[in-house]
């Protein structure tokens, strides 16, 4: 088919603008010289090993798009399966794009309690990395020059600025592969697509200001004010900056689709629609087991002496593997069965749980949070089936449910010495003050995020629709939406 005039036009113009912005349009951030690195303490050796760990931390994170696209492929059917890695695919260049021009300065960028006015579109602004804390906007002796380091709420890491932006980059990707799952079989690929764009650049950088940018939630307690009442909430690694946002963005998304055609029985009993392949499934879980062993103990971004990233990569698999068991069990005693899919999404649902709390809890905490975790996911899956939102994948048991609830057990769980060793972000509140904070924190994130998305994606409903045609669900989004095929020679008995 060719293209018509106005199609080149489009393609054109987009190109266009992506060749302009990458020849100039914004211009990266001169780097100070290394021998400034004398002024903050740190050695050149220093800052050599910490980049490179959270580089190798980056890259385990990014692996984890082939665990997702291998999970949600698999619990799906074979006739979506091309359009199911198609969107995981492309979810991580649009996040990528969506990031640099916006979401960075969003999120990171010198402003108010509420949003990043600096340096914001991308990454653009003055940045004086690897210098630390004060250092950052410090006087530089050999040219009398002063750095203005408009990143401030990231100073804390000795890493060069754009390892900064590779590693938060990728944690910003996998919020909207989260909502991926819980529209699949249904969702038109070009609305899919669009909402990604809003979701990493919009709506996650600015939840994510609040938290990780110094923003309201996570900012220290004023004498008055806004932070008198929002203060010290804390989220090591993203239960709630990835997976709860990513997990109120799908459900919304699940809502507004409405269940699958074959989903439900005009007598409202539940039909079980299986996926096509659980080896493919296994295989995208424990892609995502390593991953996590990037996203957890990366986010320190920096190697220190290893002791902190040691304690969290233990906390991360002792939650992810009594999750593992208690999901196990649970299925078992409530299906009669040890069913896979709840054995795999308890793993997960560990994984998600613990992100938050890794750095502020014991070992034996870690284990608690899994093990509640792994229960928490199989009831979660019953119930949202009971009430009819239809999630193939269970992306909402695992990322929202547990999400939260690893958010909140930060404070149920907190211990001030862990917080002070390994996260360097000791609050000082006992457990039952840390928890209001956490449930402050995880109520505002909700209401945001549920609000925003809600119009983002009824905008997308009105201007180009968001599900497919009954005739293009039922015969498959592969041929309807692509015009291909995962499995061309079997599709015939693969699709029943």
Same mark, same amino acid.
């Given at each position: 088919?060719?293209?018509?005039?106005?199609?080149?036009?489009?393609?054109?113009?987009?190109?266009?603008?992506?060749?302009?912005?990458?020849?100039?349009?914004?211009?990266?951030?001169?780097?100070?010289?290394?021998? =400034?690195?004398?002024?903050?303490?740190?050695?050149?050796?220093?800052?050599?090993?910490?980049?490179?760990?959270?580089?190798?931390?980056?890259?385990?994170?990014?692996?984890?798009?082939?665990?997702?696209?291998?999970?949600?492929?698999?619990?799906?059917?074979?006739?979506?399966?091309?359009?199911?890695?198609?969107?995981?695919?492309?979810?991580?260049?649009?996040?990528?794009?969506?990031?640099?021009?916006?979401?960075?300065?969003?999120?990171?960028?010198?402003?108010?309690?509420?949003?990043?006015?600096?340096?914001?579109?991308?990454?653009?602004?003055?940045?004086?990395?690897?210098?630390?804390?004060?250092?950052?906007?410090?006087?530089?002796?050999?040219?009398?020059?002063?750095? =203005?380091?408009?990143?401030?709420?990231?100073?804390?890491?000795?890493?060069?600025?754009?390892?900064?932006?590779?590693?938060?980059?990728?944690?910003?990707?996998?919020?909207?592969?989260?909502?991926?799952?819980?529209?699949?079989?249904?969702?038109?690929?070009?609305?899919?697509?669009?909402?990604?764009?809003?979701?990493?650049?919009?709506?996650?950088?600015?939840?994510?200001?609040?938290?990780?940018?110094?923003?309201?939630?996570?900012?220290?307690?004023?004498?008055?004010?806004?932070?008198?009442?929002?203060?010290?909430?804390?989220?090591?690694?993203?239960?709630?900056?990835?997976?709860?946002?990513?997990?109120?963005?799908?459900?919304?998304?699940?809502?507004?689709?409405?269940?699958?055609?074959?989903?439900?029985?005009?007598?409202?009993?539940?039909?079980?629609?299986?996926?096509?392949?659980?080896?493919?499934?296994?295989?995208?879980?424990?892609?995502?087991?390593?991953?996590?062993?990037?996203?957890?103990?990366?986010?320190?971004?920096?190697?220190?002496?290893?002791?902190?990233?040691?304690?969290?990569?233990?906390?991360?698999?002792?939650?992810?593997?009594?999750?593992?068991?208690?999901?196990?069990?649970?299925?078992?005693?409530?299906?009669?069965?040890?069913?896979?899919?709840?054995?795999?999404?308890?793993?997960?649902?560990?994984?998600?749980?613990?992100?938050?709390?890794?750095?502020?809890?014991?070992?034996?905490?870690?284990?608690?949070?899994?093990?509640?975790?792994?229960?928490?996911?199989?009831?979660?899956?019953?119930?949202?089936?009971?009430?009819?939102?239809?999630?193939?994948?269970?992306?909402?048991?695992?990322?929202?449910?547990?999400?939260?609830?690893?958010?909140?057990?930060?404070?149920?769980?907190?211990?001030?010495?862990?917080?002070?060793?390994?996260?360097?972000?000791?609050?000082?509140?006992?457990?039952?003050?840390?928890?209001?904070?956490?449930?402050?924190?995880?109520?505002?994130?909700?209401?945001?995020?549920?609000?925003?998305?809600?119009?983002?994606?009824?905008?997308?409903?009105?201007?180009?629709?968001?599900?497919?045609?009954? =005739?293009?669900?039922?015969?498959?989004?592969?041929?309807? =939406?692509?015009?291909?095929?995962?499995?061309?020679?079997?599709?015939?008995?693969?699709?029943?």
């Amino acid at each position: 088919m060719s293209l018509t005039w106005k199609n080149r036009n489009t393609i054109l113009f987009v190109l266009t603008g992506i060749g302009l912005a990458a020849t100039g349009w914004a211009q990266e951030a001169a780097a100070p010289a290394m021998t =400034e690195s004398v002024l903050t303490g740190m050695s050149d050796m220093r800052i050599a090993v910490d980049t490179v760990w959270v580089i190798v931390a980056g890259m385990l994170v990014f692996w984890m798009n082939a665990g997702f696209a291998l999970v949600e492929s698999g619990l799906c059917r074979a006739k979506n399966c091309v359009n199911i890695l198609a969107k995981n695919f492309i979810v991580f260049a649009l996040a990528t794009l969506s990031f640099w021009a916006l979401g960075w300065g969003l999120m990171f960028g010198d402003g108010s309690l509420w949003i990043g006015m600096k340096g914001l579109f991308f990454a653009s602004g003055a940045d004086n990395s690897p210098a630390l804390g004060s250092a950052y906007a410090a006087m530089n002796p050999f040219s009398h020059a002063t750095y =203005e380091g408009v990143y401030s709420a990231i100073n804390w890491t000795p890493v060069p600025l754009w390892a900064k932006f590779f590693f938060q980059l990728v944690f910003a990707g996998t919020a909207a592969t989260i909502v991926s799952g819980a529209v699949a079989e249904r969702v038109k690929f070009k609305s899919f697509i669009l909402f990604s764009v809003l979701l990493v650049g919009l709506m996650y950088p600015v939840s994510g200001h609040w938290i990780w940018g110094g923003g309201v939630l996570a900012a220290p307690r004023a004498a008055g004010g806004v932070n008198a009442f929002f203060h010290s909430f804390r989220d090591f690694a993203g239960s709630t900056v990835v997976h709860s946002v990513g997990g109120w963005a799908a459900l919304t998304g699940a809502i507004i689709l409405g269940a699958r055609t074959e989903k439900f029985r005009p007598n409202g009993a539940i039909k079980p629609v299986m996926g096509h392949n659980m080896t493919s499934v296994a295989l995208g879980v424990l892609i995502l087991w390593l991953g996590w062993f990037g996203f957890n103990p990366g986010s320190t971004m920096s190697a220190g002496d290893g002791s902190a990233i040691s304690h969290v990569l233990v906390a991360t698999n002792l939650g992810a593997v009594t999750a593992t068991l208690s999901a196990t069990v649970t299925a078992w005693l409530l299906l009669k069965k040890p069913d896979l899919s709840m054995i795999l999404n308890g793993c997960l649902a560990g994984l998600v749980a613990v992100t938050a709390p890794c750095g502020f809890v014991s070992f034996a905490s870690a284990a608690a949070i899994g093990l509640i975790a792994g229960v928490l996911v199989v009831f979660s899956v019953l119930f949202f089936d009971k009430m009819r939102i239809d999630d193939p994948v269970g992306a909402l048991s695992v990322h929202l449910v547990n999400g939260v609830w690893g958010t909140l057990a930060l404070g149920l769980f907190y211990n001030n010495t862990v917080a002070t060793n390994v996260a360097g972000l000791a609050t000082g509140l006992t457990r039952g003050a840390q928890f209001a904070q956490q449930l402050k924190g995880v109520l505002l994130v909700a209401l945001f995020t549920v609000a925003l998305s809600t119009l983002f994606w009824l905008a997308l409903k009105t201007v180009m629709g968001l599900r497919v045609t009954r =005739e293009e669900e039922l015969g498959g989004l592969d041929l309807g =939406e692509h015009g291909n095929e995962a499995y061309p020679d079997f599709q015939g008995f693969l699709t029943k």
